[in-house]
């Protein structure tokens, strides 16, 4: 049951321009969510959340949006840096007791 | 703060055999998930395992089990070998009062 849905596999831009990971949802009790970034023959490392009251959240170069009526939310990171090319995964939690559900991540390229 | 730790990092085993992994959380954290990572699936969640109990399950078969110790630290426990078991296996814990989990830098499982 894929709750969480990434339906980009991968997305390239050049360096300094805005990426745009898009991510969508089908359980209306999420109310967590949550974006992890991860490299090669490491495990993911977290990025950045927001909570299902809130509908922005900016952390330096990384923004989040929410859109609950749409169940989609995206990330986005200004400006780009060739460091940034990595697997981006989304996921959602519904409370604090239950587990995340991830999405099938987005595979960034930033070009120099 | 020592990371998540998971052991072995590579793992060969032969069809129909049982393989065990294992995961050492954080210190403190009380809650360890485990994921399957595979190309294309992202990272499908296992079960997760909270005081010594298991708390959440996901959809894998019944030869999927685990188990967590009073030190928090879990196993998990694959028996009769498919080639399709072939995957990373990441292990994630977290502190009861945040929902950011933490990952190891997961097993590489091959079946042959």
């Known amino acids: 049951d894929q709750q969480v849905k990434q339906n980009s596999p991968s997305l390239s831009v050049q360096e300094g321009r805005i990426s745009i990971l898009n991510c969508d949802y089908t359980n209306s009790m999420f109310d967590y969510f949550l974006w992890y970034k991860k490299y090669p023959a490491e495990g993911p490392t977290f990025l950045i959340s927001?909570?299902?009251?809130?509908d922005k959240n900016e952390d330096g170069r990384f923004t989040v949006f929410l859109n609950k009526s749409a169940k989609h939310l995206s990330l986005h990171i200004v400006p780009s840096q060739p460091g940034d090319s990595a697997v981006y995964f989304c996921?959602?939690?519904?409370?604090?007791?239950?587990?995340?559900?991830f999405g099938a991540g987005t595979r960034l390229t930033v070009k120099p | 703060k020592a990371g998540v730790t998971q052991t072995p990092r590579y793992l060969i085993k032969t069809r129909g055999q049982q393989v065990t992994l294992s995961c050492s959380p954080i210190s403190g954290h009380r809650s360890v998930s485990w994921y399957q990572q595979t190309p294309g699936q992202g990272l499908q969640f296992l079960f997760e395992?909270?005081?010594?109990?298991?708390?959440n399950k996901g959809n894998f078969p019944g030869r999927f089990s685990g188990r967590q110790f009073s030190n928090s630290r879990s196993e998990m426990n694959v028996s009769t070998l498919e080639l399709g078991d072939s995957a990373l296996y990441l292990c994630?814990?977290?502190?009861?009062?945040?929902?950011?989990?933490?990952f190891g830098q997961g097993t590489r499982l091959t079946v042959v």
């Open positions: 994630a814990s977290r502190n009861r009062d945040n929902i950011e989990a933490f």
């Open positions: 927001i909570s299902s009251i809130k």
């Open positions: 996921a959602a939690s519904a409370g604090n007791n239950n587990d995340m559900r």
């Open positions: 395992y909270f005081s010594e109990t298991q708390r």
